[in-house]
């Protein structure tokens, strides 16, 4: 993942809010601003990384609530990782997502 994308996710996070959580599904809460941002192009990116033989499973947007539903195998991806990657700090936050880029990007990205 380039540095620009990385510094993207980290500047995203600022703007959700970890709604509920259990091993294997997650709901973030965006703000209105950000959920009508989110398109169906603008989210290719996500949907590339989901999948059946992928951690990540499965994504639900949901414009009327302004979350997004993230279906996720917690066995391969920690779902501490998550709430780390989306709680307040923002160090553990980075030492996070440097740890989940590796377990999502797809075999033939790496």
């Not at 809010?17 to 192009?41: M, Q």
């Not at 302004?66 to 391969?76: C, F, I, P, V």
């Not at 377990?103 to 790496?110: A, F, L, Q, R």
Request: glycine share 6%; hydrophobic share 40%; aromatic share 6%.
């Amino acid at each position: 993942m380039s540095s620009d994308n990385f510094s993207g996710l980290m500047a995203l996070r600022r703007f959700v809010e970890l709604a509920h959580h259990i091993p294997g599904r997650i709901r973030l809460r965006f703000t209105n601003k950000l959920v009508a941002g989110l398109s169906k192009s603008k989210l290719a990116a996500l949907e590339e990384l989901c999948g059946k033989d992928n951690c990540l499973r499965s994504y639900t947007l949901n414009s009327a609530t302004g979350s997004l539903l993230l279906e996720y195998d917690a066995k391969r991806l920690p779902p501490t990782l998550l709430e780390q990657l989306f709680g307040n700090d923002d160090r553990i936050a980075e030492q996070a997502l440097t740890e989940i880029l590796p377990m999502i990007t797809p075999p033939e990205s790496k």
